[in-house]
């Protein structure tokens, strides 16, 4: 009877301790999420904070006259004549008429307020309106990227400006009379790289993702769930399927560098594929993804119920029958989940690409499979080592394009399993 | 579930189709690979030829000067490059190397120079080293008594009294880039030599001693984003960098630059050897490729234009420091005759 007490008061006595321990317990997992939540949010706020000028260019609205003998022009539809013709000299006009403080002598410094690729559009424009030539036409233009940085970083220590106090005066000037104007940046969307970072854009970097991933998904879903089902229904248990199975966790782990270099020896070396290409990069990325996709898909599965595959064989289906009829349905949500994560793991990769060639400078948008392209995470590696300030928002911007496509995927790949999820 | 299995079946076969037929593809883009020093400059070559020419840009790769040459000198056709970037002369093991895959006839663009400079903030006192101080103050072991030691130096002044009493801390490149290479031969190894001590060494001991960095702390590796050195001098003013001069340019109102011997960096003593850390930038083009791949000439004609690399160059806006006008005239000539490079040029 006694002991029944002290044993009773034992247990009232550790009671307060225990609950103690449980709330310290649950504490310090509060405190890992928020230590966790703060890194998420300063590195988005450093992201976000840094990039959001990215989205924004600046333009320069301009009263350009086409004059013939300033352009050493008569006819934009002869190619001869427009490779010898000077599209500088009316732009440079036209900023000296548009600021009546400036001299002649101020030619060059005028010069450099406007994108050195405005005479290139303006010739573009020329040879698709030729009726322009002798006409005076009010034109938007790109600034120069000091411009740019200048009308959006002024003050800010992180930048440096690069105009002359004079040339600051007359772009105050012009944005007064609001001929400098920053808008949505455009062409940050629609063009390929570039080294003026007035003129870079994604675009090239998200279609060379894009076709790299089309590659990696056609040829890893199908591979990876045709060895995941062989290996789970019809492998015999051995110690050849051991030896692949521990050899497939093994290729989930290894360096994804490891993958490039496999590539370069395989693809371009012994196969002589082109270097830069998506198709090889796709290649590449297949590799490396296929052991994510077959563990994933194995776990599906196996998480199938076994009554419902033995319901099938008991009313006589064969062994094909029953995974192409039952498992590999219900199993297909796991599959497409681990597949998506796989895919944007493989769409944050960089270093294997780096040794097959598609860690690259290319300015234009590729169109096929075999055109040189770039990946989003390969063109902010390069942005950030640009010496070139103006390049450090594109960057971030980049990131900011990037982060979209992870969370869009992962969006699908949630979406898809509650779609076709069933639970037991 | 058939109609699935049928669909799994194509999808294969449409993926392998698509691998198989990958064609041994004539290109009609050029293809250039090398030095991440010379991709600054080449890029906007490239760009600029891109947008005035029918041709379409060329595709570059910053693969590094060694790491060029290797893919440059792999062989001939399509599936390799047209065109490598170094930022030093090609090594006649790497001339032969060339030869050996094939790869006969190379010409050689030497495109101006580049200098290497030692930064700090603005904020911070100018500082005027010699290069016998430079190797004194980051050499690895320097002499003390006849003997060599591990490097006692912290501050600055324990170098010499004329420097500040600072700590000495400077931020560079890492082993693999072509500016720790340049950087040791030229800076550390040129101060070297001017210790009495140094000439009694062999020559395998000269090399391990003088282009030896060292590795207590006080030279710190800040991997290959010069961007990221240059953001931490001006945040601390005790601390100094080395990059290239193009950084320095793209941050004049920042950051300044040590004088070396007297000679401050900038483009005019560059240009003229006068600066002692500057070094050659090249580009080498397979002549096996001209005609085949269209626009390699005119590529290499843009490059030595006036408009790209005369006194008002466009790539003098980007940093380069580029050739005297006999040089220019030169290059020029050469983008007419293509002049294969020899093996003794390169001895």
């Given at each position: 009877?006694?002991?029944?007490?002290?044993?009773?008061?034992?247990?009232?006595?550790?009671?307060?301790?225990?609950?103690?321990?449980?709330?310290?317990?649950?504490?310090?997992?509060?405190?890992?999420?928020?230590?966790?939540?703060?890194?998420?949010?300063?590195?988005?706020?450093?992201?976000?904070?840094?990039?959001?000028?990215?989205?924004?260019?600046?333009?320069?609205?301009?009263?350009?006259?086409?004059?013939?003998?300033?352009?050493?022009?008569?006819?934009?539809?002869?190619?001869?004549?427009?490779?010898?013709?000077?599209?500088?000299?009316?732009?440079?006009?036209?900023?000296?008429?548009?600021?009546?403080?400036?001299?002649?002598?101020?030619?060059?410094?005028?010069?450099?307020?406007?994108?050195?690729?405005?005479?290139?559009?303006?010739?573009?424009?020329?040879?698709?309106?030729?009726?322009?030539?002798?006409?005076?036409?009010?034109?938007?233009?790109?600034?120069?990227?000091?411009?740019?940085?200048?009308?959006?970083?002024?003050?800010?220590?992180?930048?440096?400006?690069?105009?002359?106090?004079?040339?600051?005066?007359?772009?105050?000037?012009?944005?007064?009379?609001?001929?400098?104007?920053?808008?949505?940046?455009?062409?940050?969307?629609?063009?390929?790289?570039?080294?003026?970072?007035?003129?870079?854009?994604?675009?090239?970097?998200?279609?060379?993702?894009?076709?790299?991933?089309?590659?990696?998904?056609?040829?890893?879903?199908?591979?990876?769930?045709?060895?995941?089902?062989?290996?789970?229904?019809?492998?015999?248990?051995?110690?050849?399927?051991?030896?692949?199975?521990?050899?497939?966790?093994?290729?989930?782990?290894?360096?994804?560098?490891?993958?490039?270099?496999?590539?370069?020896?395989?693809?371009?070396?012994?196969?002589?594929?082109?270097?830069?290409?998506?198709?090889?990069?796709?290649?590449?990325?297949?590799?490396?993804?296929?052991?994510?996709?077959?563990?994933?898909?194995?776990?599906?599965?196996?998480?199938?119920?076994?009554?419902?595959?033995?319901?099938?064989?008991g009313i006589g289906a064969s062994k094909m029958q029953v995974v192409l009829h039952h498992v590999l349905p219900l199993a297909l949500p796991g599959m497409l989940t681990g597949s998506i994560i796989g895919m944007a793991q493989a769409l944050g990769e960089t270093a294997p690409l780096l040794l097959i060639g598609m860690?690259?400078?290319?300015?234009?948008?590729?169109?096929?499979?075999?055109?040189?392209?770039t990946v989003l995470p390969v063109q902010v590696f390069l942005w950030a080592g640009s010496p070139e300030l103006a390049f450090i928002e594109r960057a971030s911007a980049a990131i900011m394009v990037l982060l979209a496509f992870l969370m869009s995927m992962n969006a699908l790949a949630i979406w898809l399993r509650k779609?076709?999820?069933?639970?037991? | 579930?058939?109609?699935?299995?049928?669909?799994?079946?194509?999808?294969?076969?449409?993926?392998?189709?698509?691998?198989?037929?990958?064609?041994?593809?004539?290109?009609?883009?050029?293809?250039?690979?090398?030095?991440?020093?010379?991709?600054?400059?080449?890029?906007?070559?490239?760009?600029?030829?891109?947008?005035?020419?029918?041709?379409?840009?060329?595709?570059?790769?910053?693969?590094?000067?060694?790491?060029?040459?290797?893919?440059?000198?792999?062989?001939?056709?399509?599936?390799?490059?047209?065109?490598?970037?170094?930022?030093?002369?090609?090594?006649?093991?790497?001339?032969?190397?060339?030869?050996?895959?094939?790869?006969?006839?190379?010409?050689?663009?030497?495109?101006?120079?580049?200098?290497?400079?030692?930064?700090?903030?603005?904020?911070?006192?100018?500082?005027?080293?010699?290069?016998?101080?430079?190797?004194?103050?980051?050499?690895?072991?320097?002499?003390?008594?006849?003997?060599?030691?591990?490097?006692?130096?912290?501050?600055?002044?324990?170098?010499?009294?004329?420097?500040?009493?600072?700590?000495?801390?400077?931020m560079g490149p890492p082993p693999t880039s072509g500016t720790r290479d340049s950087f040791n031969e030229l800076a550390l190894e040129g101060g070297c030599d001017q210790l009495q001590e140094a000439e009694s060494l062999s020559k395998d001991e000269h090399k391990a001693i003088c282009q030896s960095i060292r590795e207590?702390?006080?030279?710190?590796?800040?991997?290959?984003?010069?961007?990221?050195?240059?953001?931490?001098?001006?945040?601390?003013?005790?601390?100094?960098?080395?990059?290239?001069?193009?950084?320095?340019?793209?941050?004049?109102?920042?950051?300044?630059?040590?004088?070396?011997?007297?000679?401050?960096?900038?483009?005019?003593?560059?240009?003229?050897?006068?600066?002692?850390?500057?070094?050659?930038?090249?580009?080498?083009?397979?002549?096996?490729?001209?005609?085949?791949?269209?626009?390699?000439?005119?590529?290499?004609?843009?490059?030595?234009?006036?408009?790209?690399?005369?006194?008002?160059?466009?790539?003098?806006?980007?940093?380069?420091?580029?050739?005297?006008?006999?040089?220019?005239?030169?290059?020029?000539?050469?983008?007419?005759?293509?002049?294969?490079?020899?093996?003794?040029?390169?001895?």
């Amino acid at each position: 009877m006694t002991d029944h007490t002290s044993q009773a008061e034992l247990v009232r006595r550790s009671l307060k301790g225990r609950y103690r321990k449980e709330r310290r317990f649950r504490a310090y997992g509060i405190v890992a999420i928020a230590i966790a939540l703060a890194a998420l949010v300063t590195l988005f706020t450093d992201i976000v904070g840094k990039g959001y000028t990215g989205f924004l260019k600046t333009t320069i609205t301009l009263e350009v006259t086409m004059d013939p003998d300033l352009m050493y022009l008569d006819d934009p539809t002869d190619p001869k004549q427009v490779r010898m013709a000077d599209f500088v000299a009316p732009l440079v006009a036209a900023v000296g008429r548009a600021l009546p403080s400036a001299t002649q002598d101020d030619q060059d410094a005028l010069r450099r307020l406007i994108n050195p690729y405005a005479s290139s559009e303006l010739r573009d424009a020329l040879i698709e309106n030729p009726e322009w030539m002798g006409t005076t036409r009010t034109m938007s233009f790109l600034a120069h990227s000091n411009v740019d940085v200048y009308v959006k970083h002024k003050g800010d220590a992180a930048y440096s400006i690069k105009l002359t106090d004079q040339q600051q005066a007359w772009v105050d000037d012009l944005r007064a009379r609001e001929l400098v104007e920053t808008s949505f940046n455009d062409v940050f969307f629609t063009s390929g790289d570039s080294r003026d970072p007035a003129k870079a854009g994604v675009l090239g970097a998200i279609v060379g993702s894009l076709l790299t991933m089309i590659i990696t998904l056609v040829l890893a879903f199908p591979i990876g769930v045709a060895a995941a089902i062989y290996l789970e229904e019809f492998a015999p248990r051995n110690k050849l399927t051991d030896f692949i199975e521990v050899n497939i966790n093994n290729l989930a782990a290894v360096p994804s560098i490891i993958f490039g270099l496999l590539g370069l020896a395989i693809f371009i070396n012994l196969f002589g594929m082109p270097r830069s290409v998506p198709v090889v990069g796709g290649l590449v990325l297949t590799l490396m993804t296929l052991p994510t996709i077959i563990i994933s898909s194995r776990a599906a599965i196996k998480s199938v119920p076994p009554s419902v595959r033995e319901a099938a064989e008991g009313i006589g289906a064969s062994k094909m029958q029953v995974v192409l009829h039952h498992v590999l349905p219900l199993a297909l949500p796991g599959m497409l989940t681990g597949s998506i994560i796989g895919m944007a793991q493989a769409l944050g990769e960089t270093a294997p690409l780096l040794l097959i060639g598609m860690v690259a400078f290319i300015v234009e948008v590729p169109e096929g499979l075999f055109d040189a392209a770039t990946v989003l995470p390969v063109q902010v590696f390069l942005w950030a080592g640009s010496p070139e300030l103006a390049f450090i928002e594109r960057a971030s911007a980049a990131i900011m394009v990037l982060l979209a496509f992870l969370m869009s995927m992962n969006a699908l790949a949630i979406w898809l399993r509650k779609r076709l999820e069933r639970r037991w | 579930m058939i109609k699935l299995n049928k669909t799994f079946a194509t999808l294969a076969l449409a993926g392998t189709v698509a691998v198989m037929s990958a064609p041994a593809m004539a290109r009609d883009t050029i293809s250039i690979v090398g030095s991440s020093t010379v991709y600054p400059f080449a890029t906007v070559v490239a760009e600029r030829f891109g947008s005035n020419t029918d041709f379409s840009t060329p595709k570059m790769e910053s693969t590094g000067s060694g790491g060029g040459m290797k893919i440059f000198c792999q062989g001939i056709g399509t599936q390799n490059p047209d065109i490598t970037n170094a930022s030093r002369r090609m090594k006649s093991s790497e001339f032969e190397l060339c030869q050996s895959n094939g790869v006969k006839d190379i010409v050689e663009f030497r495109i101006g120079s580049d200098g290497i400079v030692i930064a700090s903030s603005q904020e911070a006192d100018h500082m005027d080293l010699t290069l016998k101080q430079l190797f004194l103050a980051l050499g690895e072991k320097v002499p003390q008594n006849g003997e060599w030691v591990a490097n006692p130096n912290k501050n600055w002044s324990d170098v010499d009294s004329s420097l500040p009493n600072k700590p000495i801390r400077v931020m560079g490149p890492p082993p693999t880039s072509g500016t720790r290479d340049s950087f040791n031969e030229l800076a550390l190894e040129g101060g070297c030599d001017q210790l009495q001590e140094a000439e009694s060494l062999s020559k395998d001991e000269h090399k391990a001693i003088c282009q030896s960095i060292r590795e207590d702390g006080a030279f710190i590796e800040a991997g290959e984003n010069d961007n990221l050195i240059v953001q931490k001098l001006i945040g601390d003013k005790d601390m100094y960098g080395v990059f290239g001069y193009s950084f320095l340019e793209e941050n004049a109102d920042r950051l300044q630059a040590a004088s070396l011997n007297g000679v401050e960096p900038t483009q005019a003593n560059i240009a003229e050897d006068k600066y002692p850390v500057a070094r050659s930038l090249f580009f080498y083009v397979k002549k096996a490729h001209v005609g085949v791949v269209p626009g390699i000439v005119e590529y290499a004609s843009e490059f030595v234009s006036p408009r790209a690399m005369g006194p008002n160059g466009y790539l003098k806006d980007v940093g380069l420091i580029v050739p005297t006008r006999e040089a220019l005239m030169e290059l020029q000539d050469k983008v007419e005759n293509m002049p294969n490079l020899t093996l003794n040029e390169l001895k």
